[in-house]
Structure formats: C-alpha cells, structure tokens
T-cell receptor, first 114, second 115 residues
Framework: NAGVMQNPRHLVRRRGQEARLRCSPM?????VYWYRQLPEEGLKFMVY????????ESGMPKERFSAEFPKEGPSILRIQQVVRGDSAAYFC????????????FGEGSRLTVL | QQQVKQSPQSLIVQKGGISIINCAYE??????FPWYQQFPGKGPALLIA?????SEKKEGRFTISFNKSAKQFSLHIMDSQPGDSATYFC??????????????FGKGTHLIIQP
C-alpha cells in the first residue's frame, strides 16, 4: 500500500549541473503534479501531467526546467544547469482523476545547489 | 500577487487550547478550500476541506469556518495537542472542469502546542 514515492529524498548539486527528480504515483493514479516549496513559502504549482502528456505547465520556469511522465516508469522533473535559486523542496502529488481535490503528496525531494 | 493570504505566520498554543488559523482569498472563482498539515521532512497531507455551499465543516477536533461574503475561511483546532504541532497550509482552487490552474497555497502557519 505504497503512497507517492519520490527519490532521491535529498540531492546536492553544484551550479551548472543537472538535477533529476523522480516520482512514482500511488497505484491506480494516472495524474501527477509537481510543486516547489521554498523556505517559509507555500507550495507553488509547477506542472500537471498524465501518462505521456503535459496537461498544464503554466507554473514551470520557461528555461532549464522540464517534466515528463512516460508510459512506463516514474514521472521525472529535470532541472538543467542548476543555480542556487533552484534550492528548494520539490513535491510530487498524484490523484486518480483529473479532479485535483484528491491530491496525495509524496515526502518531497530536497535539492541543494552549492 | 498573492491570491491566498494566511495568518498568523506562527502560533503558540497551550495544550488543550483552541488554535485558530485564518485565510483570505481574492479570486471569486475559488470554490474548494482545503487545509493541509505538514510535519517536518514530510509531504503535506489533506486534513479537511470545505466548499462554499456550507459555512462550517467539522471533523473530530478540526473545524473549518467559511465566510463567503468576506472571502475568508479559518481552521479551528479544538483541544489542541502536542501532536498537532506542524505547519498548516490553507489552499484554494477554482472549479476548472479539468483545465488549467492547480491549488493556490497560503504561505503556511507554524503551529506549536506547548505541553
């Protein structure tokens, strides 16, 4: 009865490197959302995906950030050429339907950029 | 522009007391108002939620009060316990019919219940 699984839980990168964060939704959930949480801030919506489709990426920075949810395997949030301002906790959530009112969050991936 | 304003930023309550956290919103299209509870190192977990067709919803020691005309809603924790110590986030979402816009979160309230 696994919940939303995220890995790695902690990731340290130097400026200019790439960060890849993975999210496996709850069993039976085909809708995945990524949120970013900065210190002392609420969660900011980044992107909403279904299998093989990006539904809404209105919260994604225009550059360096990308997300995918392939037919097989976890959803991946990719950050290229990381900068210190990317340091944050990144949370993945899943739901069984398009209705975001049943969001289940993972424990987050904490990215630190040195 | 912050669409959901949450206060206070931090709150200390004695065990057994009532914890009250307030949120105000601007977007009149919001029609779903959940509260999330987050413990350190963990992800947020849905605590309780309300829709604007009711003014109050109660689940155990947790109650949401909703004032549609004032565009405000609040979380009340009765008989607060040390285990309630966490960060609480209010959120709001418009009915999007499967379209864009996710939950808009407040900045959170750090609640400490003193034994």
């Amino acid at each position: 009865n696994a919940g939303v699984m995220q890995n790695p839980r902690h990731l340290v990168r130097r400026r200019g490197q790439e960060a890849r964060l993975r999210c496996s939704p709850m069993k039976g959930h085909s809708h995945v959302y990524w949120y970013r949480q900065l210190p002392e801030e609420g969660l900011k919506f980044m992107v909403y995906l279904q299998k093989e489709n990006i539904i809404d990426e209105s919260g994604m920075p225009k550059e360096r950030f990308s997300a995918e949810f392939p037919k097989e395997g976890p959803s991946i949030l990719r950050i290229q050429q990381v900068v210190r301002g990317d340091s944050a906790a990144y949370f993945c959530a899943s739901s069984p339907t398009w209705d975001r009112r049943e969001l289940f969050f993972g424990e987050g991936s904490r990215l630190t950029v040195l | 522009q912050q669409q959901v304003k949450q206060s206070p930023q931090s709150l200390i309550v004695q065990k057994g007391g009532i914890s009250i956290i307030n949120c105000a919103y601007e977007n009149t299209a919001f029609d779903y108002f959940p509260w999330y509870q987050q413990f350190p190192g963990k992800g947020p977990a849905l605590l309780i939620a309300i829709r604007p067709d009711v003014s109050e919803k109660k689940e155990g020691r947790f109650t949401i009060s909703f004032n549609k005309s004032a565009k405000q809603f609040s979380l009340h924790i009765m008989d607060s316990q040390p285990g309630d110590s966490a960060t609480y986030f209010c959120a709001a979402e418009p009915y999007s019919g499967g379209g864009a816009d996710g939950l808009t979160f407040g900045k959170g309230t750090h609640l400490i219940i003193q034994p």
